[in-house]
T-cell receptor, first 115, second 114 residues
Framework: AQSVTQLDSHVSVSEGTPVLLRCNYSSSYSPSLFWYVQHPNKGLQLLLKYTSAATLVKGINGFEAEFKKSETSFHLTKPSAHMSDAAEYFCVVSDLSGATNKLIFGTGTLLAVQP | DTGVSQNPRHKITKRGQNVTFRCDPISEHNRLYWYRQTLGQGPEFLTYFQNEAQLEKSRLLSDRFSAERPKGSFSTLEIQRTEQGDSAMYLC????????????FGPGTRLTVL
């Protein structure tokens, strides 16, 4: 069975400092992994995706994530936080065990950016 | 706008009433998903359609819930005899049948059951 664990429910950083949101996955298959962001009262937006190509994945708004099979991790990073990055972030794995490829979400990390 | 749309955006109802939500996926996407998100949690899968066929239903989908996608385009999710525990954000997503399964989400319908 596939699952993801987001290690921090809340992360607070100062504007201009690096962001690290941690995610570990469990999968019996070569996983498809995603990071989605959800701003208050807005829909889920895809930040980036890993689908067994390059292990370092670049996404929108300066975010990156590195797939590390040996550590079963897919941490999200950004060199310099902006106030507009304050939102909830979800690490997601695609369930490839059946035909549906449904998404399995982590519990989310709420990112606060202090001025 | 060519994204996924959902209507209504908000629904307040009294316990015991029936409600129906609509999702219009991106036009060329044949895969359609419904998820439910409760406060402070990540979305959870409810059901999946490939074209008009409903191929999987989660155990979360009790017999009070029914979903349809009659012509393989828009979908509806109906909840009968609503309960306070049904209060949540109901999200719809669609995707192409490609290997990476990137799903595009609508803005959701927020249901409040009083």
């Amino acid at each position: 069975a596939q699952s993801v664990t987001q290690l921090d429910s809340h992360v607070s950083v100062s504007e201009g400092t690096p962001v690290l949101l941690r995610c570990n996955y469990s999968s019996s298959y070569s996983p498809s992994l995603f990071w989605y962001v959800q701003h208050p009262n807005k829909g889920l937006q895809l930040l980036l995706k890993y689908t067994s190509a390059a292990t370092l994945v670049k996404g929108i708004n300066g975010f990156e994530a590195e797939f590390k099979k040996s550590e079963t991790s897919f941490h999200l990073t950004k060199p310099s936080a902006h106030m507009s990055d304050a939102a909830e972030y979800f690490c997601v794995v695609s369930d490839l065990s059946g035909a549906t490829n449904k998404l399995i979400f982590g519990t989310g990390t709420l990112l606060a950016v202090q001025p | 706008d060519t994204g996924v749309s959902q209507n209504p955006r908000h629904k307040i109802t009294k316990r015991g009433q029936n409600v129906t939500f609509r999702c219009d996926p991106i036009s060329e996407h044949n895969r359609l998903y419904w998820y439910r998100q409760t406060l402070g949690q990540g979305p959870e899968f409810l059901t999946y359609f490939q074209n008009e066929a409903q191929l999987e239903k989660s155990r979360l989908l009790s017999d009070r819930f029914s979903a349809e996608r009659p012509k393989g385009s828009f979908s509806t999710l109906e909840i009968q005899r609503t309960e306070q525990g049904d209060s949540a954000m109901y999200l719809c997503a669609s995707s192409l049948p490609t290997g990476d399964n990137e799903q595009f989400f609508g803005p959701g319908t927020r249901l409040t059951v009083l």
